[in-house]
């Protein structure tokens, strides 16, 4: 049974840097394409950035473009997403989701992946 579990959620500062992390068990994870989404308060749940299996392509929302990174570390099973220059509006329960290997559905579509993690709350004050 695969499972996702992510950590590193918690308040900032406007401006302020927030790394967080998603491990996933039960799987074969070197070979899953990996995406964050998140979900704001009374809104949808929307794309964030999304990574191949080798971690040389990578995906990003126009939102956190140049502000995200995603990464991971196939050797720990684990994949990252680091914030810097935090805004309020990204406010939101943020998710990690694995895919299967292959899909014809976009990175960005939710219904690409088969598996998502219970979700880590950031919020950012202004």
Partial sequence: ???????GGGLVQAGGSL??????SGGTFS??????????SGKEREF????GWSGSIT?????????FTISRDNAKNTVYLQMNRLKP????VYYCAADKGYSPMGVAV???YDYWGQGTQVTVSS
Avoid at 1 to 7: A, F, G, H, I, P
Avoid at 31 to 40: K, V
Avoid at 89 to 92: R, S
């Fill in 1 to 7: 049974q695969v499972r996702l579990v992510e950590s």
């Fill in 19 to 24: 790394r967080l992390s998603c491990a996933v």
């Fill in 31 to 40: 070979r899953a394409g990996m995406g964050w989404f998140r979900q704001g």
């Fill in 48 to 51: 964030v950035a999304a990574i």
């Fill in 59 to 67: 995906f990003y929302a126009d939102s956190v473009k140049d502000r």
């Fill in 89 to 92: 509006e990204d406010t939101a």
């Fill in 110 to 112: 939710p219904g690409r």
